[in-house]
């Protein structure tokens, strides 16, 4: 069935440092991929999203690109701040062809903590 | 414009109660989820709707969860007797159609502890 598997965390950088937050997916179908961002006491939110091959999602300094030959999505922001600490989450779904159409498969979450 | 309201934030039961989570989507949002989170892992679908049609039920334990979105806006998930098991964050979302490249809006959740 369609999956997405994150790195391993937790993660804890100094502020200002590279981030990069690792996913990679399997899909039967033709996914959409989205990364969703959780922060302390509050609801899921899209941070940003890429419905097709080569297409790069962006948003408050964070990138992702959909890469179909390596099945990846991976999360980099080139200078973090402590306002980033949150559980970041990648996440799929897939059109028609999938198992997962018209839900969102998501990783296990990966934490981010920043310190000044 | 409000978002998706969701109550009670927090439940805390003895298990064989039942326990009902209701959930109000954006205005004008056809498609509603309702999602299980368990702590440290990623949102599971429950069930999705179209309008006030269950379209995917096929991870809902039917033999104690129910789930109703009457008029196809607000919708209730009830699980009756709940287990011990069923600990969790349970979510409601909704998008504008079911389109997988659409964003689901996500409401705040509903702690549940069953004790």
């Known amino acids: 069935g369609d999956s997405v598997t994150q790195m391993e965390g937790p993660v804890t950088l100094s502020e200002e440092a590279f981030l990069t937050i690792n996913c990679t997916y399997t899909?039967?179908?033709?996914?959409?991929l989205f990364w969703y961002v959780q922060y302390p006491g509050e609801g899921l939110q899209l941070l940003l999203k890429a419905t097709k091959a080569d297409d790069k999602g962006s948003n408050k300094g964070f990138e992702a690109t959909y890469r179909k030959e390596t099945t990846s999505f991976h999360l980099e922001k080139g200078s973090v701040q402590v306002s980033d600490s949150a559980v970041y989450f990648c996440?799929?779904?897939?059109?028609?062809?999938?198992?997962?159409?018209?839900?969102?498969?998501f990783g296990q979450g990966t934490i981010l903590t920043v310190h000044p | 414009e409000a978002g998706v309201v969701q109550s009670p934030r927090y439940k805390i039961i003895e298990k064989k109660q039942p326990v009902a989570f209701w959930c109000n989507p954006i205005?004008?949002?056809?498609?509603l989820y309702w999602y299980l989170q368990n702590l440290g892992q990623g949102p599971e679908l429950l069930i999705r709707?179209?309008?006030?049609?269950?379209?995917?039920d096929s991870q809902l334990p039917k033999d104690r969860f129910s789930a109703e979105r009457l008029k196809g806006v607000d919708s209730t998930l009830k699980i009756q007797p709940a287990e011990l098991g069923d600990s969790a964050v349970y979510l409601c979302?909704?998008?504008?159609?079911?389109?997988?490249?659409?964003?689901?809006?996500f409401g705040p959740g509903t702690r549940l502890t069953v004790l």
């Open positions: 979302a909704s998008s504008l159609d079911g389109r997988p490249n659409n964003e689901q809006f």
């Open positions: 996440a799929l779904s897939v059109g028609a062809g999938g198992t997962s159409y018209g839900k969102l498969t």
């Open positions: 205005s004008g949002h056809n498609t």
């Open positions: 709707y179209e309008n006030e049609e269950a379209v995917d």
């Open positions: 899909a039967t179908g033709y996914p959409s």
